[in-house]
């Protein structure tokens, strides 16, 4: 008896030990005071992951953790981050900068960081234990043309081997004098050639040209900064920019509270050969469907082409400027989130005289191919402010997502360069 309460109390001993110690890794990472500022859902907690990176776009994280984002603006030589929490405390406290090139799009794929800059999307080789990859960027696909709005360059892959690239419309509908008062649309829009979709090139297959190698997947597509393949439906996803100042260029059929209030931010459900409609059409979401825009004869009624066009699966409120789209596929997370999106809206800038919107990033929740209930603000407070007249009031705003490799959520700001790392930390 003896001999079994020594085992006993040995055992009870280990158990306690063990207990410790899996609670001292259950709060090594510790959320900030009031959540850095974020408003989330109960259960869920946030921290600052990095500060002052630099004009942080999009993210990508590899199985390891480190984290790489792209700059629209190259700091320190560098135009990619690379980031690293060496300690386990879910902050970054190894950071470097990298490449030359500066842009929107990132990500990882086959050993490789590929980076969407402005004209043309490259790849840098990892190395094994190494945060930085190597210093030689490898062109993949070149042929963008050089334009002053739109000319972002975010990208997904599928899972066969194809990489998907917005390639954004210079135009806010296709003008024949952009952004001009009385100017006609131009019929077609010669911008469809080269624009305004997506298009889908081999994903290891160095100098590709957009127009000798390239295949235009989707058009009709003003600008898609938000796009991800679902791995769970085996689709491309996107999110469209829609068209601007209604009620500047036609005042006699849109007032400036319809302007703001039109048109919808469409969720779209990309396949081979949709045409969503830009810039013959535009989604209004007070009525449903799909109509012709003024710069081609409509008058806020009427459907006309744009019956055959192609409809979101969703559609948010005006001008809230999503920037990226993620489904999420971790564990962390309560069941309910598995599967659906996630969406950073990166605030609005001509919803005047209403209060500019967005800056949040918000949840959709899918039952196979589409949503299957409303959009919800999943993470909000990133503006610092209730009201925000100008984007300039706003203190942070939303622009990349991406999942750690323990399903957390990060969230870059492109503002000041911070990054958020949100986790849930209730009872899923």
Not at 17 to 25: A, D, K, P, R, Y
Not at 272 to 296: H, I, M, T
Not at 309 to 331: S, V
Not at 410 to 427: E, M, P
């Amino acid at each position: 008896m003896k001999r079994n309460a020594s085992l006993n109390f040995i055992l009870l001993f280990l158990t306690f030990l063990m207990g410790s110690c899996q609670t001292e890794t259950k709060t090594s990472i510790v959320p900030d005071v009031d959540n850095a500022g974020l408003k989330l859902p109960e259960g869920f907690s946030a921290l600052i992951y990095a500060d002052t990176i630099g004009h942080a776009r999009h993210i990508a994280i590899n199985s390891n953790g480190d984290v790489y984002i792209a700059l629209n603006r190259v700091k320190n030589n560098g135009g990619l981050a690379c980031l690293r929490d060496t300690n386990g405390d879910g902050r970054a406290d190894e950071i470097s900068y990298h490449g030359q090139y500066e842009g929107t799009g990132v990500d990882l794929y086959n050993g490789y960081v590929y980076f969407g800059a402005d004209t043309l999307v490259v790849r840098y080789k990892l190395t094994d234990g190494a945060l930085e990859p190597d210093s030689y960027a490898e062109i993949i696909v070149r042929g963008f043309t050089v334009e002053s709005q739109h000319a972002s360059k975010p990208f997904t892959f599928d899972q066969e081997g194809n990489m998907y690239v917005n390639v954004g419309a210079p135009s806010n509908a296709c003008q024949v004098q952009d952004r001009t008062k009385g100017s006609p649309g131009m019929d077609p829009c010669p911008l469809l050639d080269q624009h305004g979709g997506i298009w889908r090139f081999k994903a290891d297959v160095p100098g590709q040209d957009q127009m000798k190698d390239g295949y235009r997947y989707a058009t009709g597509i003003r600008n898609a900064v938000a796009l991800d393949w679902n791995k769970t439906a085996n689709k491309l996803y996107a999110l469209q920019h829609g068209r601007d100042q209604l009620s500047q260029f036609y005042p006699d059929l849109y007032s400036e509270q319809q302007s703001a209030e039109l048109p919808a931010e469409e969720f779209l459900l990309v396949e081979d050969g949709s045409d969503f409609g830009w810039p013959y059409c535009y989604y209004d979401g007070q009525q449903n469907k799909k109509v012709l825009a003024p710069e081609y004869g409509g008058d806020g009624r009427e459907t006309g082409r744009c019956s055959a066009k192609d409809d979101p699966i969703m559609a948010f409120p005006a001008h809230l400027a999503p920037n990226d789209l993620l489904f999420y596929t971790g564990t962390m997370f309560p069941e309910r989130y598995r599967n659906g999106a996630f969406i950073a809206f990166h605030g609005s800038w001509n919803r005047a005289p209403e209060p500019q919107e967005g800056y949040y990033v918000v949840f959709v929740p899918f039952s196979g191919e589409i949503p299957s209930g409303n959009w919800e603000i999943f993470a909000s407070g990133f503006a610092g402010t209730d009201v925000i007249k100008s984007p300039r009031d706003a203190q942070y705003r939303p622009c990349g997502l991406a999942m750690g490799p323990d399903g957390s959520l990060y969230v870059t700001d492109d503002v000041k360069g911070r990054i958020w790392r949100i986790f849930y930390s209730g009872k899923a």
